[in-house]
T-cell receptor
Framework: EAQVTQNPRYLITVTGKKLTVTCSQN?????MSWYRQDPGLGLRQIYY???????DKGDVPEGYKVSRKEKRNFPLILESPSPNQTSLYFC??????????????FGDGTRLSIL | GQQVMQIPQYQHVQEGEDFTTYCNSS?????IQWYKQRPGGHPVFLIQ?????EVKKQKRLTFQFGEAKKNSSLHITATQTTDVGTYFC??????????FGAGTTVTVRA
């Protein structure tokens, strides 16, 4: 089954404790992206990756890191989490090509609470 | 940077009525995508518009992309309870950055 898998689905942690949210897709997609969703603000892009070893900042990259060492994986790293990073996070992937980025396939989300 | 504004934020609709949600971008878009998110779920792709002035229909849903490729709309006719959820537009810039609108949350009165 084609899917985007995020782990963990839920996490409660404390300020300053490094954490990683994993994202994996089995569709051989080139494009992968991370979003955070907050009430009234919609989805805001954190980072995106056009392909292996290529990453770019989205609209809200501060406080986050990503890596794209393999095509299928795109982990989101919070080196020193703070309470303002409490949010619902989505990973997404899609094909890309001369026609631009194709429809995004989203994971089920990770609800992160930073105390 | 690119901004995509979406209105209204909330739409309360009587079952059977029509409504429209609008998106406006501060910059010209290469394409625009529309997604629907049910409560507790993740966004699900509905459609992508690429050409200036493009109009696409999916049953009771009509999507339009403006001539200047800076605005778009989603019109739903004869609203049903299954239309409940939040509808997002997402504008793609030339550098492949995707900017989502804040969404229109739709509730339906039976």
């Amino acid at each position: 089954e084609a899917q985007v898998t995020q782990n963990p689905r839920y996490l409660i942690t404390v300020t300053g404790k490094k954490l990683t949210v994993t994202c994996s897709q089995n569709m051989n997609h080139e494009y992968m992206s991370w979003y955070r969703q907050d009430p009234g603000l919609g989805l805001r892009q954190i980072y995106y990756s056009m392909n292996v070893e290529v990453t770019d900042k989205g609209d809200v990259p501060e406080g986050y890191k990503v890596s794209r060492k393999e095509k299928r994986n795109f982990p989101l790293i919070l080196e020193s989490p703070s309470p303002n990073q409490t949010s619902l996070y989505f990973c997404a992937s899609s094909l890309s090509g001369t026609g631009g980025i194709q429809p995004q396939h989203f994971g089920d989300g990770t609800r992160l609470s930073i105390l | 940077g690119q901004q995509v504004m979406q209105i209204p934020q909330y739409q309360h609709v009587q079952e059977g009525e029509d409504f429209t949600t609008y998106c406006n971008s501060s910059t010209t878009l290469s394409n625009i995508q529309w997604y629907k998110q049910r409560p507790g779920g993740h966004p699900v792709f509905l459609i992508q518009l690429v050409k200036s002035g493009e109009v696409k229909k999916q049953k009771r849903l009509t999507f339009q992309f403006g001539e200047a490729k800076k605005n778009s709309s989603l019109h739903i006719t004869a609203t049903q309870t299954t239309d409940v959820g939040t509808y997002f537009c997402a504008g793609m810039s030339n550098d492949y950055k995707l900017s989502f609108g804040a969404g229109t949350t739709v509730t339906v009165r039976a």
